[in-house]
């Protein structure tokens, strides 16, 4: 039986609108707008892809959204100021500082300046510590993407093995932490692989539920996996151009082969994909509600 698809476009899609409607909510019972400011230094043109399409989806919901283009030879000193200025702004709840920063700027620095209560992406040490020790924080946005299309797809994850290949702040780590807590949605018992595991398929075959994001196009192939496996292939690899000259995606998974084995599997591109910039603006929303509670 082939395997059920698990589509992020559409999960994207139904949470964006609740938002929608949380959105007009807080606007119609408290006046209260959500605000996002969205960092860009320089013009790397993938950052500039991303930041537009944050901007844009941020205006579809109706946010107060902001768009800050900084020259790529800003300082670091005025960048950390910008980042000051938009701390004490009452009319930004989200901060994102897109990256990667130019070299002569820290990262740690700039992320370490981002209010913790504004820190929309979940990189602040608070917020990743909060994180780990099961208290409410903002969700890095990937594994928090991740989580949902597993709940949403009703994928039970309670006493599940739950096997994940990579180990980056971003995605593996966070993830690994969010599924293993005593919590609906999460009581999996978590497995972390990486480039030192010695024998990967020995684990990726224990897997219900495989989380690839190693970053190497389909490292993951069929005799790695059980029979039934739910996966999540976290990876997009750009690994030609087709006629037209648009780039030919492909995830970690060997999606093809993969599939005829697995009960259910998330495309590439369209699966975790647009759930990362979802998860940014339920944060915001969280972000500008926390505001209410004083």
């Known amino acids: 039986m082939a395997a059920k698809i698990i589509s992020g476009t559409q999960v994207a899609k139904e949470i964006r609108e609740e938002l929608k409607k949380e959105v007009e909510e807080l606007k119609g019972k408290h006046n209260?707008?959500?605000?996002?400011?969205?960092?860009?230094?320089?013009?790397?043109?993938?950052?500039?892809?991303?930041?537009?399409?944050?901007?844009?989806?941020?205006?579809?919901?109706?946010?107060?959204?902001?768009?800050?283009?900084?020259?790529?030879?800003?300082?670091?000193?005025?960048?950390?100021?910008?980042?000051?200025?938009y701390n004490k702004d009452d009319s930004i709840h989200g901060i994102l500082v897109q990256l990667p920063l130019?070299?002569?700027?820290?990262?740690?620095?700039?992320?370490?300046?981002?209010?913790?209560?504004?820190?929309?992406?979940?990189?602040?040490?608070?917020?990743?510590?909060?994180?780990?020790?099961?208290?409410?924080?903002?969700?890095?946005?990937?594994?928090?993407?991740?989580?949902?299309l597993l709940?949403?797809?009703?994928?039970?994850?309670?006493?599940?093995?739950?096997?994940?290949?990579?180990?980056?702040?971003?995605?593996?780590?966070?993830?690994?932490?969010?599924?293993?807590?005593?919590k609906p949605g999460a009581n999996a018992t978590v497995t972390v692989c990486h480039t030192r595991t010695k024998?990967?398929?020995?684990?990726?075959?224990?897997?219900d539920i495989l989380i690839v994001a190693a970053g190497a196009p389909k490292a993951v192939t069929a005799d790695m996996v059980k029979e039934g496996v739910v996966v999540i292939d976290v990876g997009v690899n750009r690994i030609g151009k087709s006629a037209s000259g648009k780039a030919i995606l492909c995830g970690?998974?060997?999606?093809?082969?993969v599939k005829e084995k697995a009960s259910a599997i998330t495309p590439v591109p369209g699966g975790v994909g647009p759930m990362t910039i979802t998860m940014l603006m339920l944060n915001t929303v969280?972000?500008?509600?926390?505001?209410l509670e004083g």
Do not use: W
């Not at 709940?151 to 293993?180: D, F, Q």
């Not at 024998?199 to 897997?207: G, I, L, P, Q």
């Open 32 to 85: 209260l707008v959500p605000g996002l400011v969205t960092i860009l230094v320089g013009e790397n043109p993938a950052s500039v892809s991303y930041v537009t399409a944050k901007q844009k989806t941020a205006h579809e919901l109706g946010f107060y959204s902001v768009q800050d283009n900084q020259p790529e030879d800003i300082s670091e000193e005025t960048l950390l100021a910008l980042i000051d200025k």
């Open 252 to 257: 970690d998974v060997d999606f093809d082969a």
């Open 151 to 182: 709940i949403r797809s009703g994928i039970e994850t309670e006493g599940a093995e739950v096997v994940i290949v990579g180990r980056s702040n971003i995605v593996g780590k966070p993830i690994a932490n969010m599924l293993m807590q005593k």
């Open 286 to 291: 969280q972000a500008a509600k926390n505001t």
């Open 102 to 148: 130019p070299k002569h700027i820290d990262e740690t620095k700039v992320i370490y300046a981002i209010d913790p209560d504004k820190d929309v992406d979940g990189f602040h040490p608070v917020n990743v510590g909060r994180l780990m020790i099961g208290a409410k924080c903002f969700l890095p946005c990937t594994p928090h993407g991740i989580q949902q």
């Open 199 to 207: 024998d990967m398929a020995f684990h990726t075959k224990r897997a």
